[in-house]
């Protein structure tokens, strides 16, 4: 079955970085568009980046935009979020995604916190 697992969270000062990793099995990584997700205490799950299933397309939501980059490695069905420029409001618990087209079913990892202090 799919299973999704994530790494790389932490604690770090404002203005430091994480590589967020997420490590994928039981499906044709290749195949899926992939994301990173995150959820704040208190506040809804909302879309951080994602990526299509060949690398090429990128999706960025505003508040991470030149601060996140999104990678995968198809031959290692790994996916990245380089985040640099971290700020207290990045803290969140992070979510892979994964989704043949885009759309349901959608497939999940367990998340990583992050914590950005001030």
């Known amino acids: 079955q799919v299973q999704l697992v994530e790494s790389g969270g932490g604690s770090v000062q404002a203005g430091g970085s994480l590589t967020l990793s997420c490590a994928a099995s039981?499906?044709?990584?290749?195949?899926?568009?992939m994301g990173w997700f995150r959820q704040a205490p208190g506040k809804e799950r909302e879309v951080v980046a994602t990526?299509?299933?060949?690398?090429?397309?990128?999706y960025y939501a505003d508040s991470v935009k030149g601060r996140f980059t999104i990678s995968r490695d198809n031959a290692k069905n790994t996916l990245y979020l380089q985040m640099n420029s971290l700020k207290p409001e990045d803290t969140a618990m992070y979510y892979c995604?994964?989704?043949?087209?885009?759309?349901?079913?959608?497939?999940w990892g367990q998340g990583t916190q992050v914590t950005v202090s001030s």
């Open positions: 039981g499906y044709t990584y290749s195949s899926y568009s």
């Open positions: 990526i299509n299933p060949g690398g090429g397309s990128t």
């Open positions: 995604r994964a989704s043949r087209f885009g759309i349901s079913p959608y497939y």
